[in-house]
């Protein structure tokens, strides 16, 4: 399957149905007059957050999504049939936007979860509504309201609880294939990862949690350079963040993790502010004083501890499980907090008006 993190789609919840123009005329019945129905509404347009989706892969190749009108009133004062609502279904994570990516209008992040995008038009009156004491016999109806029209986006940001950030041939792939099921291409040249991965990384039978890869950055990302900075979104509602730099490469460490750093604070949305794991990946090419001079270098230039840098190999395995378990404290301390921050206060009063 493809993956597709936006989609422009054009809406339109159905009319609603005309109200009727209709008269009682029955045999021995006394007084006749006006018995038209109304009509019945249009379909409404529900956007629906369902599991086992996560691409938006379906809306390149349908972007109308046209709710049915209501039905015509009709005689006997019947009530014309309401149009079933249209649904489509989004994956978690999914947000909505205007058409000019200006106001975010709804933002689904649990599976079953679901926003009408646009209401369906009310029915039109039967003349029924229209008799009076005047008017004993009106001829007068209305037709439906007509429904919303409109262009959105359907932007997704993946929901993951830890993100991979880094260059281009940090090893960010390796390392997520080292630790997880997920499959992400690797080979040795840039740029080979081209869209976000998922991988759910499991500590052991307990507890796990789920780590998302996006492809590497380059300075000047935020301005389009490279695959620029899209991407970014999807680890916007991560906790955490690991980030990867490699020991092995001719660039200069201190300088790999400034140019990382300046483009998450470029792209903004609280991405520099986030917890940050650092590792000094690709230790299985260095020998020991390599490490330890590049370690003390990339510990100077993110203003920690030394020994605040792990030193990994996703290849070989050298100190995955030590990561984990910093990744997984964190992550354990994240929804504890969000747990405690939904959970009422005892002691918490009842608003009201002065």
């Given at each position: 399957m493809r993956f597709l993190d936006e989609a422009k789609i054009y809406i339109r919840s159905g009319d609603g149905g005309p109200g009727a123009v209709s008269f009682r005329r029955e045999k021995f019945v006394e007084f006749g007059g006006?018995?038209?129905?109304?009509?019945?509404?249009?379909?409404?347009?529900v956007l629906r957050c369902v599991e086992n989706l996560n691409t938006l892969i379906d809306y390149r190749y349908r972007q109308h999504f046209r709710a049915k009108s209501g039905k015509g009133g009709a005689g006997r004062q019947r009530t014309g049939a309401s149009a079933e609502a249209l649904v489509i279904d989004a994956p978690p994570g999914t947000q909505v936007l205007d058409e000019n990516k200006e106001f975010v209008l709804a933002d689904l992040t649990e599976p079953g979860q679901s926003?009408?995008?646009?209401?369906?038009?009310?029915?039109g009156w039967g003349n029924v509504n229209y008799k009076s004491s005047t008017n004993q016999a009106p001829r007068r109806s209305t037709p439906g309201w007509p429904g919303e029209e409109r262009w959105i986006w359907l932007r997704l940001k993946l929901i993951a609880d830890t993100g991979l950030v880094g260059l281009p041939n940090?090893?960010?792939?390796?390392?997520?294939?080292?630790?997880?099921?997920?499959?992400?291409k690797i080979a040795d040249y840039p740029f080979t990862t081209l869209h976000p991965n998922l991988g759910v990384v499991r500590v052991d039978e307990a507890r796990s949690f789920v780590l998302a890869d996006i492809p590497g950055l380059?300075?000047?990302?935020?301005?389009?350079?490279?695959?620029?900075?899209?991407?970014?979104?999807?680890?916007?509602?991560?906790?955490?963040?690991?980030?990867?730099?490699?020991?092995?490469?001719?660039?200069?460490?201190?300088?790999?993790?400034?140019?990382?750093?300046?483009?998450?604070?470029a792209y903004g949305n609280g991405?520099?502010?986030?917890?940050?794991?650092?590792?000094?990946?690709?230790?299985?090419?260095?020998?020991?004083?390599?490490?330890?001079?590049?370690?003390?270098?990339?510990?100077?230039?993110?203003?920690?501890?030394?020994?605040?840098?792990?030193?990994?190999?996703?290849?070989?395995?050298i100190g995955v499980d030590q990561i984990k378990e910093a990744l997984w404290r964190h992550v354990v301390e994240l929804r504890r907090s969000e747990v405690e921050k939904d959970e009422p206060h005892e002691d918490a009063g009842t608003w009201s008006p002065i």
């Open positions: 006006p018995d038209g129905g109304d009509g019945g509404r249009g379909g409404d347009i926003v009408i995008l646009a209401k369906g038009g009310d029915g940090a090893g960010k792939s390796t390392f997520l294939a080292s630790v997880s099921a997920a499959k992400p380059i300075e000047g990302a935020h301005e389009g350079a490279g695959i620029g900075d899209r991407f970014l979104g999807h680890v916007e509602r991560t906790g955490a963040l690991l980030h990867l730099v490699d020991g092995a490469g001719e660039e200069d460490v201190a300088e790999a993790y400034r140019v990382v750093r300046e483009e998450l604070a991405l520099s502010e986030k917890y940050e794991i650092l590792a000094l990946n690709k230790a299985d090419a260095l020998d020991a004083d390599t490490i330890n001079e590049r370690r003390q270098r990339l510990a100077q230039a993110a203003k920690i501890a030394p020994e605040d840098v792990f030193v990994l190999s996703g290849a070989a395995g």
